[in-house]
């Protein structure tokens, strides 16, 4: 059983930017990103692959980076120009599969969240 736990999180006034880490306590091949803003479904923000596959959703486009640190067994999101709309929890995710993802339903294990808040 893989544990994820994210950090990072925060509130920041928009334009700003934050970085989220996920420590997993052991390596799988694909890791993402999610949010979940009350009341929305979660969606997906970010996913790597070991073989080096990185998709993004069009909303982060040029503002988000996702990256790893094997060696660490750690996630993590850079985020940069941030938007009210980026307010949501963040979730960390991983799974064994071999083709990167932005479905929730591709992961089975998941982080407990840390909370973005951005202001106007």
């Known amino acids: 059983q893989v544990q994820l736990v994210e950090s990072g999180g925060g509130s920041v006034q928009g334009g700003g930017s934050l970085r989220l880490s996920c420590a997993g306590s052991?390596?799988?091949?694909?890791m993402g990103w999610f949010r979940q803003a009350p009341g929305k479904e979660r969606e997906g923000v970010a996913a790597?692959?070991?073989?080096?596959?990185?998709i993004y959703a069009d909303s982060v486009k040029g503002r988000f980076t996702i990256s790893r640190d094997n060696g660490k067994n750690t996630l993590y999101l850079e985020m940069k120009s941030l938007k009210p709309e980026d307010t949501a929890m963040y979730y960390c995710?991983?799974?064994?599969?071999?083709?990167?993802?932005?479905?929730?339903?591709?992961?089975?294990?998941w982080g407990q969240g840390t909370q973005v808040t951005v202001s106007s």
């Open positions: 995710a991983a799974e064994s599969r071999r083709s990167a993802t932005l479905k929730p339903s591709g992961y089975s294990y």
């Open positions: 052991g390596y799988l091949y694909c």
């Open positions: 790597i692959c070991g073989g080096g596959a990185i």
